[in-house]
């Protein structure tokens, strides 16, 4: 076994061990919103959110984006277990911001082993193969994080899905302070 499978096992045996009350939580979120945010290992929703289970659903990916999955598990959120406020989160110092869709092309394109980033450029250190594959994908990468903030908010806003009553707040999650700063232009409160 590997180091960190054996960490996760200690860790959820301990877990376990105390659950009993947790086991009665609603499926819907207490609190009736979601968080949609990035996958940046330094952002913790329950801690900057002041979350306890059960409290709201969070939902995160590469950025945070807006993207049609993330999209699809706001609208079940909403659909199916109520939700009326949601948050998109974005954040400073996000790995996003540091390639475009054509790095990820030319890097999966010459191998599929883990790039390095060295004075401030992506150097692929695999021998390969890659893939062609990558070219299928829109990366969903960041030039301006208040920007994308917006245009997430307004994409989740318009899509056909998404009813007129929900709220949306857009905010950036500033990695230095642990504080949520709000984004001029990205909040639609409810009609």
Known sequence: MSQVLDEVLAANESYSATFA?????AMPPRRQFAILTCMDARL???KFAGLAEGDAHVIRNAGGRASDDAIRSLVISYKLLGTKEWFVIHHTNCGMELFTN??????????????????????????????TAA????????????KSV????????????VPKSIRL??????????RLMPV????????
């Open 135 to 146: 070219s299928e994908i829109d990366w969903l990468t960041i030039a301006d994080q208040a």
């Open 44 to 46: 913790d929703p329950a």
């Open 150 to 161: 917006r245009e997430d908010v307004e994409r989740i806003r318009n899509h056909p899905l």
């Open 21 to 25: 009350e947790k086991a009665k939580l």
């Open 169 to 178: 707040y857009g905010y950036i999650f500033d990695v230095a302070t642990g």
């Open 102 to 131: 054509d790095i990820m092309v030319e890097l999966l394109g010459n191998s599929l082993e883990t790039a390095s980033f060295e004075n401030g450029k992506w150097k692929d250190t695999g021998a390969g193969p890659g893939s």
């Open 184 to 191: 001029a232009g990205a909040r639609s409160v409810s009609v």
